[in-house]
């Protein structure tokens, strides 16, 4: 029964003459819809990137037997997690008026190098900085979880053979963590490749501002967000291959 329900909403929006499938097959390759494509895929890379350093080192500091450390590490995790993402992207994009100029100097004097706000924080720098900062909290947790999975007796037995803190990080913690990072981690990054759609607030030429551009000239509204889902659709597709293919590459030993 549910097949059939499916195959007949199905075939009800496929043959729905506002689906317009001639415009969805022109513009699904059109240039400007694939340099959106690029662009979206260049923000959930860096975005990532940020993501991941700043989540290890928010996970290391949350692990940290200090308190002061450890306190700002459940401050920021409570600031980034508790604020929307689309209000943070609004506040670095719009960081200008608070701060008209950004730089380096000397407290109390004129001495130091300094920049016009809006110049250095373009609107594809500011949606980096917030959805990095964002992601970090995030990914934080997700790794943290994944170090707290290894059992203590394997950091103990590893610095009884002699490794160093580090060494035993790297060689030991690492690879354990990694089973329990990824699922986690990659639901995460297909999360975050949906939220670059956010950008589209501040004008950053991602897929989703391109494909508004061109239904508010042509009024097709729908057939060009069915072609923004559909590379949403495909980019989702490929990230959970990916996800597939690390599961099974960290999971080879405990499968044996």
């Not at 991941?52 to 692990?63: K, P, Q």
Request: hydrophobic share 55%.
């Amino acid at each position: 029964v549910a097949v059939l329900i499916a195959a007949y909403a199905a075939s009800v929006v496929a043959t729905n003459p506002a689906m317009r499938w001639d415009s969805i097959g022109k513009f699904l390759t059109a240039p400007i819809i694939l340099q959106g494509l690029v662009t979206t895929l260049l923000i959930t890379f860096l975005s990532a990137v940020i993501g991941l350093v700043g989540g290890l080192l928010v996970a290391l500091m949350r692990m940290s037997s200090n308190p002061l450390i450890k306190t700002i590490a459940v401050g920021y995790l409570g600031l980034f997690r508790a604020v929307p993402l689309l209000v943070q992207i609004l506040i670095w994009y719009n960081l200008g008026t608070f701060f008209p100029q950004l730089g380096f100097g000397i407290p109390f004097t004129d001495i130091g190098l300094y920049g016009d706000t809006n110049v250095l924080l373009s609107p594809l720098v500011a949606c980096l900085i917030a959805i990095g900062l964002n992601q970090a909290a995030y990914m934080g947790e997700i790794i943290r979880g994944g170090l707290l999975s290894v059992q203590p007796g394997q950091v103990e037995a590893a610095i009884a053979l002699g490794m160093t803190r580090a060494k035993a990080f790297r060689r030991v913690i690492a690879p354990q963590a990694a089973k329990s990072i990824i699922p986690p981690l990659g639901n995460d990054m297909i999360n975050l490749l949906k939220a670059t759609s956010l950008v589209s607030v501040v004008g950053v030429g991602d897929l989703m501002t391109r494909a508004q551009g061109i239904y508010a000239s042509n009024y097709q509204v729908i057939p060009l967000l069915i072609v923004a889902s559909i590379w949403y659709l495909v980019l989702t597709i490929v990230f959970t291959f990916v996800q597939g293919l690390l599961e099974r590459r960290f999971a080879a030993g405990v499968a044996r």
